[in-house]
């Protein structure tokens, strides 16, 4: 697949689902691309999307591609949906919702649901938004049901997280209690046409008044608070000037690029624990040397720490690696 990424760059959409497709099955084949895409990425801009279910996330996204389109990004969507086992096309209320854009060269939109775990669903997002980058999408939203330890896992690729909230329902005590709160970016708070909006603004901006005393939160920026109703368009200009504006800050302050290093850093890390993860399974427990050791820890022959040090020192050393 490395000799199509020519085509890629070029904006060749079919190879473009193909080699999402090849990242998204998770097999070792992957990594040849991943390494081979990755001096043509770091150019995207990535919005993440998150709240309840049903608050009106790709509604707004919808919203959202053609403000962008109009000052003439390329964008890319990756709606994610933990609860569906389905994959690699799109969901049927999300291209329902986005309709518009299907026919548009320079919208790119992929749903990805669970096909094994969820800690594979957001290292499986994280490599499609490498895709998309390298594709030349110039802005990728995200999108995710935002309650679990995965989502929040994804919403750590993204330079702007957008919380999306709606009256009534306790979503914004909810949105406490999940986490959601502290890496928000902007808030929008959607279904303001509905009763109860104005009490769901009073009561983030009163959390963020609190975080800011205990300073819980970075002070040098305030989450702007914004009213939105997609079906008319209410709010949407004042949502993406709120994007905008979040950039222009961390682009500013240096905090982007302090960011996007940070990122890299634990993506390294992760690698490397995978790869010590996989070296150990391969070359210690499947040789039945775990189980030995197991049964001398057991017999208090030997403690935990030294076995450890054994299982290591074997795992890493053998075969000159
Ligand atoms: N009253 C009102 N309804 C809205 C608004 N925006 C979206 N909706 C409705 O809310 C429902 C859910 O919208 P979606 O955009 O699918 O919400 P979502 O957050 O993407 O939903 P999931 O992806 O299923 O979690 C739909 O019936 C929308 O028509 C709004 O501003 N006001
Ligand atoms: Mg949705």
Same mark, same amino acid.
């Not at 054994?310 to 795992?315: M, W």
């Given at each position: 697949?490395?000799?199509?990424?020519?085509?890629?760059?070029?904006?060749?959409?079919?190879?473009?689902?193909?080699?999402?497709?090849? /990242?998204?099955?998770?097999?070792?084949?992957?990594?040849?691309?991943?390494?081979?895409? =990755?001096?043509?990425?770091?150019?995207?801009?990535?919005?993440?999307?998150?709240?309840?279910?049903?608050?009106?996330?790709?509604?707004?996204?919808?919203?959202?591609?053609?403000?962008?389109?109009?000052?003439?990004?390329?964008?890319?969507?990756?709606? /994610?949906?933990?609860?569906?086992?389905?994959?690699?096309?799109?969901?049927?209320?999300?291209?329902?919702?986005?309709?518009?854009?299907?026919?548009?060269? *320079?919208?790119?939109?992929?749903?990805?649901?669970?096909?094994?775990?969820?800690?594979?669903?957001?290292?499986?997002?994280?490599?499609?938004?490498?895709?998309?980058?390298?594709?030349?999408?110039?802005?990728?939203? /995200?999108?995710?049901?935002?309650?679990?330890?995965? @989502?929040? @896992?994804?919403?750590?690729?993204?330079?702007?997280?957008?919380?999306?909230?709606?009256?009534?329902?306790?979503?914004?005590?909810?949105?406490?209690?999940?986490?959601?709160?502290?890496? !928000?970016?902007?808030?929008?708070?959607?279904?303001?046409?509905?009763?109860?909006? *104005?009490?769901?603004?009073?009561?983030?901006?009163?959390?963020?008044?609190?975080?800011? =005393?205990?300073?819980?939160?970075?002070? *040098?920026?305030?989450?702007?608070?914004?009213?939105?109703?997609?079906?008319?368009?209410?709010?949407?200009?004042?949502?993406?000037?709120?994007?905008?504006?979040?950039?222009?800050?961390?682009?500013?302050?240096?905090?982007?690029?302090? %960011?996007?290093?940070?990122?890299?850093?634990?993506?390294?890390? @992760?690698?490397?624990?995978?790869?010590?993860?996989?070296?150990?399974? %391969? #070359?210690? %427990? #499947?040789?039945?040397?775990?189980? !030995?050791?197991?049964?001398?820890?057991?017999?208090?022959?030997?403690?935990? =720490?030294?076995?450890?040090?054994?299982?290591?020192?074997?795992?890493?050393?053998?075969?000159?690696?």
């Amino acid at each position: 697949m490395i000799e199509q990424i020519p085509a890629l760059l070029a904006g060749d959409r079919r190879i473009a689902a193909k080699m999402i497709t090849l /990242v998204e099955n998770g097999g070792t084949g992957r990594y040849d691309l991943l390494k081979a895409l =990755h001096p043509h990425t770091g150019k995207a801009y990535i919005v993440g999307i998150t709240g309840s279910p049903g608050a009106g996330k790709s509604s707004l996204t919808d919203k959202v591609i053609t403000a962008l389109r109009k000052q003439g990004e390329k964008v890319g969507v990756v709606a /994610v949906d933990p609860s569906s086992p389905f994959t690699g096309g799109a969901l049927l209320g999300d291209r329902i919702r986005m309709n518009d854009h299907y026919q548009d060269k *320079d919208v790119f939109i992929r749903s990805m649901g669970t096909r094994g775990s969820l800690g594979g669903l957001a290292r499986a997002t994280k490599e499609v938004l490498k895709v998309l980058d390298a594709f030349g999408c110039t802005f990728i939203l /995200v999108e995710t049901v935002g309650v679990g330890q995965a @989502e929040l @896992e994804i919403m750590t690729a993204a330079d702007t997280t957008v919380v999306v909230l709606t009256p009534g329902a306790g979503d914004s005590i909810q949105a406490i209690k999940a986490g959601i709160m502290e890496i !928000a970016d902007v808030f929008a708070i959607n279904k303001a046409d509905l009763d109860g909006a *104005d009490r769901v603004v009073t009561e983030v901006r009163a959390m963020l008044d609190l975080a800011e =005393h205990t300073r819980l939160t970075r002070l *040098d920026w305030r989450p702007p608070v914004i009213k939105t109703v997609t079906m008319s368009n209410l709010g949407i200009e004042d949502l993406v000037e709120g994007i905008m504006a979040h950039r222009k800050f961390l682009e500013g302050s240096g905090q982007l690029s302090e %960011e996007r290093k940070f990122r890299l850093r634990a993506e390294l890390s @992760e690698i490397i624990e995978h790869h010590i993860k996989d070296l150990i399974r %391969e #070359k210690v %427990e #499947k040789s039945g040397e775990w189980d !030995a050791l197991l049964d001398r820890v057991i017999g208090r022959e030997i403690d935990p =720490h030294s076995a450890a040090d054994q299982i290591l020192a074997k795992g890493l050393l053998r075969d000159g690696n």
